[in-house]
T-cell receptor
Framework: EDQVTQSPEALRLQEGESSSLNCSYT??????LFWYRQDPGKGPEFLFT?????EEKEKERLKATLTKKESFLHITAPKPEDSATYLC?????????????WGAGTKLIIKP | DAGITQSPRHKVTETGTPVTLRCHQT?????MYWYRQDPGHGLRLIHY???????DKGEVSDGYSVSRSKTEDFLLTLESATSSQTSVYFC????????????FGPGTRLTVL
């Protein structure tokens, strides 16, 4: 069964304390891995798409990387405004159908 | 934000009543989706549309129906609301379909008493 697991469920960091969020997946055919940010009371906001192992993408203090089994979202010197829930989703293809499988998210809290 | 609005933003209703949620987009995207989000779960697809009057079921479609009479509007109807349908509902759009990035609306929080 295709599955996406995010860890940890929650992460509390001090401002400036770098860390990583993990998205591990077991799917039959990866057709892209997505990272989104979600603020309380709002819809998910698209951050990155990764397609192949070894690929990396960066945006401000965030860098996403992809291996054959997992993706990491590295946060360098975070600020309080980086506090949000980060969602990972994997797109798979079975026969002629695509589907998007979502992880439950990691809630990140950055304390000033 | 992509040009997506949802209405209402909050709704409280009683078990057994019908409820309709509306998603409106100004991006002229062909594909539209309805998801629900519950604590401890990833987003789950309810229904999606790949064009006017063209819709299909997602993984959690029981108890829900949809309609799309115009490109810009996608309606989600709970035929007879149940407490298990208390959730936050998100609409999403994409230009190129299932291989394209999805962009989300602000959500509707629905409480069924």
């Amino acid at each position: 069964e295709d599955q996406v697991t995010q860890s940890p469920e929650a992460l509390r960091l001090q401002e400036g304390e770098s860390s990583s969020l993990n998205c591990s997946y077991t799917v039959s055919g990866l057709r892209g891995l997505f990272w989104y940010r979600q603020d309380p009371g709002k819809g998910p906001e698209f951050l990155f798409t990764l397609y192949s192992a070894g690929e990396e993408k960066e945006k401000e203090r965030l860098k996403a990387t992809l291996t054959k089994k997992e993706s990491f979202l590295h946060i360098t010197a975070p600020k309080p405004e980086d506090s949000a829930t980060y969602l990972c989703a994997v797109r798979t293809k079975m026969d002629s159908n695509y589907q998007l499988i979502w992880g439950a998210g990691t809630k990140l809290i950055i304390k000033p | 934000d992509a040009g997506i609005t949802q209405s209402p933003r909050h709704k409280v209703t009683e078990t057994g009543t019908p409820v309709t949620l509306r998603c409106h987009q100004t991006e002229n995207h062909r594909y539209m989706y309805w998801y629900r989000q519950d604590p401890g779960h990833g987003l789950r697809l309810i229904h999606y549309s790949y064009g006017v009057k063209d819709t299909d079921k997602g993984e959690v479609s029981d108890g829900y129906s949809v309609s799309r009479s115009k490109t810009e509007d996608f309606l989600l109807t709970l035929e007879s609301a149940t407490s298990s349908q208390t959730s936050v509902y998100f609409c999403a759009i994409s230009a190129g379909g299932p291989t394209d990035t999805q962009y989300f609306g602000p959500g509707t929080r629905l409480t069924v008493l």
